[in-house]
């Protein structure tokens, strides 16, 4: 019989209602020990690798039923801030606190990750990319001391540094776009057929600190979440700029004018990798799907009981992952005993992440 994750128990009426169910999700055994900051599935398996300020990564196996199974584990000596696969799912990367990238081989079976990046100050996050004309994959990472670095896995020295503005908040990449968020808002875009220099730099459309980018799964543009409840839509190309626009989200309260409002910080959006949907995730414990080109929100749901800070959809859409557990928005002294640390795994049902109507292709 097919699982609750093979797709083939979908049910295209339950995907029409505007409120979600949660009621079917399914938590990963054997959690980290403390705040999940990153979750990123194998595009090549379905194995989820899930970085936390334990200071650990961990890789589950994650079957038709939903259940989980670990399979590797490594350590930093700080808190692990981003995970990330190679393309053909033989190696994790990650980065954090202890300033160093740490690489996982896989297919090595020695089972030890090896140190292939460091900075002066934290990671913030990291990412394999392929630049052109090169011979194989290389990392990126973005730091909080103000740099962008490429490495070669062969050489222990970056083969390429961009100095940005300020420190790194955040960093996506997809096909030849690289897009970076630091502090003061700016947003910095690179082409990676010329990856040591800025093609673009803006000022972020959000009048708040930048939380996420993420960029669009044709390329073309990106998705920028700020710390005020409000995510912009941004095209690269210039004949396309007609089309940027905001949208709030992630926030409670009337919508009456002079209505007492709580914002919510937008810590993750993640592409649906078949239909170029996405979902956004905040402080508030709701995540939402969206469809961009019809400017709707498809899909919202109730809150999961706590911060989500991190999400992923598998490589066939099919799984949408979120962690819960707490995000530091409010400080140390939020952060209790008590407050839930998990991954759940959604199954998404047959419409839940189509566009109302077909995707216009931009030239």
Same mark, same amino acid.
């Given at each position: 019989?097919?699982? !609750?994750?093979?797709?083939?128990?979908?049910?295209?009426? @339950?995907?029409?209602?505007?409120?979600?169910?949660?009621?079917?999700?399914?938590?990963?055994?054997?959690?980290? =020990?403390?705040?999940?900051?990153?979750?990123?599935?194998?595009? @090549?398996?379905?194995?989820?690798? *899930?970085?936390?300020?334990?200071?650990? *990564?961990?890789? %589950?196996? !994650?079957? #038709?039923?939903?259940?989980? =199974?670990?399979?590797?584990?490594?350590?930093?000596?700080?808190?692990?801030?981003?995970?990330?696969?190679?393309?053909?799912?033989?190696?994790?990367?990650?980065? /954090?606190?202890?300033?160093? &990238?740490?690489?996982?081989?896989?297919?090595?079976?020695?089972?030890?990750?090896? @140190?292939?990046?460091?900075? =002066?100050?934290?990671?913030?996050?990291?990412?394999f990319v392929e630049i052109p004309n090169s011979a194989q994959p290389m990392i990126v990472t973005g730091s909080w001391d103000k740099t962008i670095k490429y490495w070669?896995?062969?050489?222990?020295?970056?083969?390429?540094?961009?100095?940005?503005?300020?420190? !790194?908040?955040?960093?996506?990449?997809?096909?030849?776009?690289?897009?970076?968020?630091?502090?003061?808002?700016?947003?910095? *875009?690179?082409?990676?057929?010329?990856?040591?220099?800025?093609?673009?730099?803006?000022?972020?459309?959000?009048?708040?600190?930048?939380? *996420?980018?993420?960029c669009f799964t044709d390329a073309t543009g990106y998705v920028i979440g700020s710390i005020e409840g409000r995510c912009a839509i941004q095209y690269v190309d210039e004949r396309d700029q007609s089309s940027n626009f905001s949208f709030k989200?992630?926030?409670?309260?009337?919508?009456?004018? #002079?209505?007492?409002?709580?914002? %919510?910080?937008?810590? &993750?959006?993640?592409?649906?990798?078949?239909?170029?949907?996405?979902?956004?995730? /905040?402080?508030?414990?709701?995540?939402? %799907?969206?469809?961009?080109?019809?400017?709707?929100?498809?899909?919202?749901?109730?809150?999961?009981?706590?911060?989500?800070?991190?999400?992923?959809?598998?490589?066939?859409?099919?799984?949408?992952?979120?962690?819960?557990? %707490?995000?530091?928005?409010?400080?140390? &002294?939020? #952060?209790?005993?008590?407050?839930?640390?998990?991954?759940?795994?959604?199954?998404?049902?047959?419409?839940?992440?189509?566009?109302?109507?077909?995707?216009?292709?931009?030239?």
């Amino acid at each position: 019989m097919s699982g !609750i994750f093979s797709g083939t128990n979908a049910n295209a009426a @339950q995907a029409q209602t505007s409120q979600g169910d949660l009621s079917k999700d399914v938590p990963l055994t054997s959690p980290p =020990e403390d705040s999940i900051s990153d979750i990123s599935f194998s595009p @090549q398996a379905e194995h989820l690798a *899930v970085a936390s300020w334990d200071k650990k *990564v961990r890789i %589950y196996e !994650i079957n #038709n039923q939903g259940g989980s =199974e670990g399979k590797a584990l490594y350590e930093h000596e700080g808190p692990v801030f981003s995970t990330h696969w190679s393309k053909d799912g033989t190696k994790v990367i990650s980065a /954090g606190a202890d300033k160093a &990238a740490r690489l996982l081989d896989l297919q090595s079976g020695g089972g030890r990750a090896q @140190q292939v990046a460091a900075h =002066e100050l934290p990671i913030r996050v990291v990412r394999f990319v392929e630049i052109p004309n090169s011979a194989q994959p290389m990392i990126v990472t973005g730091s909080w001391d103000k740099t962008i670095k490429y490495w070669d896995l062969r050489t222990p020295t970056p083969v390429g540094t961009v100095q940005c503005q300020e420190r !790194i908040y955040t960093l996506d990449t997809r096909d030849k776009l690289l897009v970076v968020g630091t502090a003061d808002r700016y947003i910095n *875009v690179v082409n990676l057929s010329d990856p040591t220099k800025l093609y673009k730099t803006i000022q972020s459309p959000l009048k708040w600190q930048t939380r *996420v980018v993420s960029c669009f799964t044709d390329a073309t543009g990106y998705v920028i979440g700020s710390i005020e409840g409000r995510c912009a839509i941004q095209y690269v190309d210039e004949r396309d700029q007609s089309s940027n626009f905001s949208f709030k989200c992630h926030r409670e309260g009337p919508s009456t004018p #002079n209505a007492t409002v709580n914002v %919510y910080s937008v810590n &993750a959006i993640s592409f649906h990798p078949v239909h170029g949907t996405f979902s956004t995730a /905040g402080s508030d414990g709701t995540f939402h %799907y969206w469809d961009k080109d019809a400017k709707h929100r498809l899909k919202g749901y109730p809150a999961v009981g706590g911060a989500i800070p991190a999400t992923c959809f598998n490589r066939d859409g099919n799984i949408f992952a979120y962690a819960v557990s %707490y995000d530091w928005s409010k400080g140390y &002294a939020s #952060n209790t005993p008590q407050y839930p640390n998990k991954v759940m795994l959604h199954a998404v049902v047959a419409d839940e992440c189509k566009p109302r109507t077909p995707a216009v292709r931009r030239r």
